[in-house]
């Protein structure tokens, strides 16, 4: 059954996906001891993910990634007008 996404849901499901494995890599090598290794897929897309999107993407300022968030997270009517851009 597929399901109605907007336009930009399939990037966000991979950006979380793989921002999540890359959190979960950088715990597991700050903490050797408690964690075992991880599943990964295997595949020319999810290493395109891993060795571009996720360190082009922490390589981002924070200020320009919070305006990207809050530009991405409502279309353009129903944005709350509470919402500022700064």
């Known amino acids: 059954m597929s399901e109605n996404k907007p336009p930009g849901g399939w990037l966000r499901e991979n950006a979380e996906k793989y921002l999540l494995e890359a959190a979960a890599?950088?715990?597991a090598n700050r903490?050797?001891?408690c964690t075992?290794?991880?599943y990964r897929e295997k595949g020319v897309l999810?290493?395109?993910w891993r060795r571009i999107f996720v360190p082009l993407y922490l390589a981002i300022p924070w200020k320009i990634r919070?305006?990207?968030i809050l530009m991405t997270s409502?279309?353009?009517g129903d944005r709350p007008?509470?919402?500022k851009f700064d």
């Open 81 to 83: 007008k509470w919402k």
């Open 25 to 27: 890599d950088d715990m």
């Open 66 to 68: 919070r305006r990207i």
């Open 36 to 38: 075992s290794g991880a």
């Open 31 to 33: 903490y050797p001891d």
């Open 74 to 76: 409502y279309s353009r």
């Open 46 to 48: 999810p290493f395109l």
